[in-house]
């Protein structure tokens, strides 16, 4: 004759049975979080995150580069590397950045900043090869860079002009470096305070008179750049997080002066002694 269980060892059977539940519904969890860890795998200048940011793509510039002259293959070579590590910073950027600033953001302060780091790596490269031979021409337009999200053509760089007063925005290095003196910062104060720079004219050696006008139209161009800078410091006031300044205004504006400081040291030098150094006077400070 089968005798019920004492009421003590019915409760010790639901606990185990509880507990057992428990376990296995942890076991689901557990495996379902495991599948659905993204694959660490990745292939070159491309990123990915859970959120899908996208890929950030470029033209390639070495098909459509004419014949290199040997003199000139080294530092041509060096620079289309630098292309590629651009593009791989800029996805892993892409990621590291996914939900902050705005609409724009994207474009400002990665696809914007990296259109000026590509200008100045491909002028590079024409300069190179025009040393030897002829400099090609039309290469800026390669520059552009589009991101690919979710496998559908997003965002694009600007398509004007490149590095000129109308050349988009870009992001790079510290530029909250203490920076001389004020005289090429130009007017644009605001509650938001003022971007300054140092002045560029004044740790110039002597000009040749052949490259007077081209020095001239550089050292303007400097002045412009700094006064869209502070138009856009106004303008984009409240946008982006901590770093929104930097990323998108102080960082770009150092990307845009050592593009054109590095041609007004190479006017020079084509009369005379190229001057060094000046790059210390690309980088600007905010004033508020």
């Known amino acids: 004759m089968s005798r019920a269980l004492p009421k003590y060892n019915k409760r010790r059977v639901v606990f185990i049975g509880g507990a057992a539940a428990v376990a296995l519904t942890g076991a689901v969890i557990a495996g379902t979080a495991l599948a659905g860890t993204p694959d660490k795998s990745s292939t070159t200048q491309s990123a990915r995150t859970l959120s899908d940011p996208g890929t950030i793509t470029c033209p390639d510039v070495k098909s459509q580069l004419p014949a290199v002259p040997a003199t000139a293959q080294a530092e041509v070579d060096r620079n289309l590397t630098l292309l590629d590590t651009q593009i791989a910073e800029a996805n892993k950027r892409l990621v590291d950045t996914v939900g902050q600033g705005g609409a724009n953001f994207v474009q400002n302060a990665i696809l914007g900043p990296l259109k000026d780091k590509r200008v100045s790596t491909i002028d590079r490269i024409a300069i190179a090869i025009g040393r030897q031979g002829t400099k090609p021409t039309g290469l800026d337009s390669l520059a552009t860079c589009t991101l690919n999200a979710a496998g559908a053509t997003g965002a694009t760089g600007s398509t004007g002009a490149t590095d000129t007063a109308t050349a988009t925005p870009s992001a790079t290095a510290a530029a909250t470096q203490a920076a001389g003196g004020t005289d090429d910062t130009a007017a644009g104060s605001s509650a938001v305070g003022t971007i300054s720079c140092p002045d560029v004219k004044s740790q110039l050696p002597a000009v040749p008179a ?68 000046l790059d210390s006077l690309a980088a600007c400070t905010l004033t508020k």
């Open 210 to 277: 052949s490259a007077q006008a081209e020095v001239d139209r550089n050292l303007a161009l400097l002045d412009t750049q700094i006064a869209e800078a502070n138009k856009r410091l106004v303008d984009t006031v409240g946008q982006g997080g901590a770093n929104f300044v930097q990323n998108a205004i102080l960082g770009p504006l150092e990307d845009k002066r050592v593009s054109t400081i590095d041609r007004i040291a190479i006017a020079i030098g084509r009369q005379g002694t190229k001057p060094t150094g």
